[in-house]
């Protein structure tokens, strides 16, 4: 994982929770066996994951391997991965990770296309149809770009324009300045980086008032911060983490996810993030399987795949051959910034049908 450089944004929260629930599960084991997680900082390089992806497939006592941290580091490892025939469980964003489906690969955090519908349907809602794209030049970001164009005229919403910005920049004037003089009625921002929270304040300065969207990118209370006020009103798709004691009672993650919280945040006293959530479901996932099917490589492969109403931080988990992310559009809910905090657009309901408890 990117503990360190440009995507420790990211990889930080990836490692303390890996650090803090391997920690907890230490006491008991794993079915009787003890637990070690390796974790080898990457620094966001293709190169090293690499490195460190073969020296991982080569050990016999590892029997999945969890991350990493960015969808360009992933799409690296994936086919040594499926060559070696061990389980990759990751929880990098992309949806290209899955496309086509392989064998031994499976992704935690929720689709990229289930955000962007939700995104367009939110457009639709505000009477937003003409909207300015800004990505930034990650994977994520390259992707996102290509996404929202194939997606958006299913929605109604016509893209007018594309601008990205260098993943080290330290502000977004030129990408918003060249949307500016266009007859656009809002801004999307998909993006993976810090500089994104500067997206709505430039905006303010230079007199835009138009809505502001933002990717599941933006699930970060540090973001908002940069902002300031300008991102009051700011509209994205955004997972439970954020806001667990807001979830009704009887809601499946409402506890797990209200302790994962909890604990992290006393523990390395900062906000909770999506980021880390996904790592924790990558590692009980893990867990779960070598409860259920044993230390095999391949009896693990076969028992994600056949995982079913697995509730966990990100969502309630039901992989199938066709299906390794296993998590559906009701993994998100529209969120808004108001006064400098998160909140539902719309208060989540308790789902119909009780999922499997954990």
Request: net charge negative.
């Amino acid at each position: 994982m990117a503990s360190t450089g440009t995507f420790s944004v990211a990889g930080s929260y990836h490692q303390r929770t890996l650090l803090m629930v391997s920690q907890e599960l230490s006491a008991t084991g794993v079915s009787g066996r003890p637990l070690e997680v390796i974790i080898k900082d990457t620094n966001g390089s293709p190169d090293k994951t690499v490195t460190f992806c073969k020296e991982l497939i080569d050990d016999p006592s590892v029997l999945a391997i969890l991350g990493p941290s960015t969808t360009g580091e992933l799409l690296q490892v994936k086919p040594l991965c499926e060559e070696a025939h061990i389980p990759l469980i990751c929880y990098a964003s992309g949806d290209v990770i899955l496309e086509p489906p392989t064998k031994y690969t499976f992704k935690t955090s929720p689709r990229d296309v289930h955000a962007a519908a939700l995104l367009f349907k939110a457009m639709k809602d505000k009477g937003v149809s003409r909207i300015g794209l800004i990505t930034d030049n990650t994977g994520f970001g390259k992707m996102g770009w290509e996404m929202v164009d194939a997606m958006a005229p299913d929605y109604g919403i016509t893209v007018v324009e594309r601008v990205m910005f260098d993943r080290n920049a330290t502000d977004v004037n030129e990408a918003v300045d060249k949307l500016k003089p266009l007859n656009i009625d809002g801004i999307l921002t998909w993006a993976s980086v810090p500089t994104q929270g500067l997206v709505a304040k430039t905006m303010r300065q230079i007199g835009m008032g138009i809505p502001v969207f933002q990717s599941h990118g933006f699930g970060n209370i540090k973001y908002v911060e940069q902002g300031g006020i300008a991102c009051e009103g700011t509209i994205f798709p955004g997972t439970k983490v954020l806001l667990p004691n807001s979830l009704p009672e009887g809601h499946p993650q409402k506890a797990f996810l209200a302790a994962y919280k909890r604990n992290y945040e006393e523990r390395f006293g900062e906000p909770a993030m999506v980021f880390g959530t996904d790592a924790c479901d990558a590692l009980m996932i893990a867990v779960k399987a070598v409860e259920l099917g044993g230390t095999d490589r391949e009896k693990l492969r076969d028992t994600i795949e056949n995982m079913k109403g697995y509730v966990g931080a990100g969502g309630v988990f039901s992989f199938s051959p066709e299906d390794h992310n296993g998590l559906g559009p009701e993994a998100f809910d529209m969120l808004v910034v108001r006064s400098n905090r998160f909140a539902f657009c719309k208060r989540p309901e308790k789902p119909a049908t009780p999922a499997a408890t954990r």
